[in-house]
């Protein structure tokens, strides 16, 4: 029990580590702030074009959206990394996880704005039109407060995947918080390190996940 | 004196794909007038008004609007012609996730560029048009069917439109609140404004049409006062029809 403790929670390696650690915390939450902004956008861009009444618009987004929905993130990160290299394209660590994680991101939230764009009845858009309103004025006033509305558990189970698979980004050396964990634990030979990681992303997530499972109680009691 | 048209139906025709749906359809609606339009569910109703605003693109045929001939406008000119084009639909559609003034509000600020306090006073000024000040800070939720298709008909009026349309406007509405909406419709009618009012409510047609239009298969098949609609039809189709809604089946 005694080395149980020693070597997963000890709090000396663990206040001696934490510097290191929070350095690390900061990349991450540098790194969601881009991916998750990113994603966003692309998602609903690709969304939108994916509804579009125009046939080639759509299918190309369609095709898009299948594909990186399909392809392992790891792959696509590794691709991004040490495969584009080949082709004359070398991204730093940083970058190759942020076009890595824009094509994945984009592509699940785009499923996500899709059923929520869906969700919204056509009269909607149609009556905003008919008082003058631009395609684009329809869609950002009208129609996607409504959709973002509709489908907010989604998205919010989506954004915190996309925390999650950040730790991702280790495995091309970008020094994030599981990066900056295991380099700790191989300075240190102990695993409290790892352990404190993985308490600050459940301080970090727990409660967006428990806002999600009260946000779906909520729309369930209604 | 005749006054000049406000709106103008001109050969208008409309197809979805091999389906005619509209055929040669012309229409003078002049200022001040109320024009009814009655015919069976499929007869090409909604689209011959949702093709004067152009939510629907005419297959041939002319719209004019006062001078502005709707049909040459490009599409990406249209939204401005649209403001001058109320329009009320049978399902009110007023935006669930703003208040009843917002709602009022939007299209003013966004569209016609009107400063916030001015869309807001001409807000204020359209819910008590439509008798609902006291609703102004209400959600459409919060509403009775009347009282949304009220909202609704004050968010087309407050953009300053030339001509009203209805597309069945109580149809969606319990009996006991069909009476609020028709008042409304009968006030503005008084107060000058020029509209197009497909509807069931025949006593309603009576009593404040101008003129009445037969639509079936997508021609007009008769047009005239109420009087000689309602009281001497002159074909099968029409008599037909009015005995079928006479006996509550339209
Ligand atoms: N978007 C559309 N695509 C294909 N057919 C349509 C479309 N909209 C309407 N129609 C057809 O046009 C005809 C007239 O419809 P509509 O104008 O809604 O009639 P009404 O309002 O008189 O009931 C109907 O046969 C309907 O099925
Ligand atoms: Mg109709």
Redesign the interface.
């Given at each position: 029990m005694q080395d149980f403790i020693e070597l997963f929670f000890n709090l000396d390696i663990m206040a001696q580590t934490l510097p290191l650690l929070l350095k690390g915390f900061w990349v991450t939450l540098q790194l969601c702030a881009v991916v998750i902004g990113l994603g966003l956008a692309g998602g609903l861009a690709l969304a939108v074009a994916a509804l579009s009444p125009s046939r080639w618009l759509r299918w190309s987004a369609i095709g898009f959206i299948d594909f990186f929905r399909a392809l392992p993130p790891l792959v696509l990160l590794v691709f991004v990394f040490s495969g584009l290299p080949f082709a004359g394209l070398e991204l730093s660590p940083f970058m190759a996880v942020v076009v890595a994680f824009l094509l994945n991101n984009s592509a699940y939230y785009a499923e996500v704005f899709r059923a929520g764009l869906r969700s919204v009845?056509g009269?909607?858009a149609?009556?905003?039109?008919?008082?003058?309103?631009?395609p684009t004025?329809t869609l950002a006033?009208?129609v996607l407060?409504?959709a973002v509305?509709n489908v907010l558990p989604d998205l919010l189970s989506n954004t915190v995947e996309v925390v999650k698979l950040t730790s991702l980004a280790s495995v091309v050396s970008l020094s994030e918080l599981l990066y900056a964990a295991n380099m700790a634990r191989s300075v240190t030979y102990n695993s409290s390190p790892l352990v404190l990681a993985a308490l600050i992303y459940l301080a970090l997530l727990w409660p967006l996940v428990r806002l999600i499972s009260r946000y779906q109680r909520g729309l369930a009691a209604h | 004196m005749v006054k000049p048209p406000v709106l103008e139906i001109a050969g208008l025709e409309k197809r979805f794909g091999d389906t005619v749906v509209l055929k040669n359809i012309n229409l003078k609606v002049r200022e001040g007038e109320l024009v009814f339009v009655i015919g069976p569910s499929g007869s090409g109703k909604s689209t011959m008004l949702r093709c004067c605003?152009r939510?629907e693109e005419p297959t041939s045929g002319a719209i004019l609007v006062e001078d502005a001939k709707i049909t040459d406008i490009a599409r990406r000119d249209l939204?401005?012609?649209?403001?001058k084009?109320g329009?009320v639909?049978q399902?009110f559609?007023?935006?669930?996730?703003m208040s009843v003034l917002r709602n009022v509000m939007?299209?003013q600020i966004?569209?016609?560029k009107r400063p916030k306090d001015e869309a807001e006073t001409r807000a204020r000024d359209m819910l008590e048009r439509v008798g609902l000040s006291e609703k102004a800070d209400a959600m459409p939720s919060d509403l009775s069917g009347g009282q949304q298709q009220r909202v609704?008909i004050a968010?087309?009026l407050a953009?300053d439109p030339k001509v009203m349309l209805f597309d069945e406007p109580t149809s969606a509405l319990d009996p006991e609140l069909v009476g609020s909406v028709l008042k409304v419709m009968k006030d503005l009618r008084r107060e000058g404004m020029t509209m197009l009012v497909v509807s069931h409510e025949m006593a309603f047609a009576r009593e404040a049409a101008d003129r009445v239009i037969f639509m079936d298969g997508g021609l007009v098949v008769e047009h005239g006062s109420p009087e000689q609609i309602f009281g001497d039809p002159q074909t099968d189709r029409l008599k037909a029809f009015l005995s079928r809604v006479s006996q509550g089946a339209e």
């Open positions: 009845p009269g909607q149609e009556a905003a039109r008919a008082t003058g309103l631009s004025q006033s009208v407060p409504q509305r | 605003n939510l939204d401005k012609m649209r403001m084009v329009m639909f399902g559609h007023l935006y669930p996730h939007l299209a966004k569209a016609l609704a968010r087309a953009l």
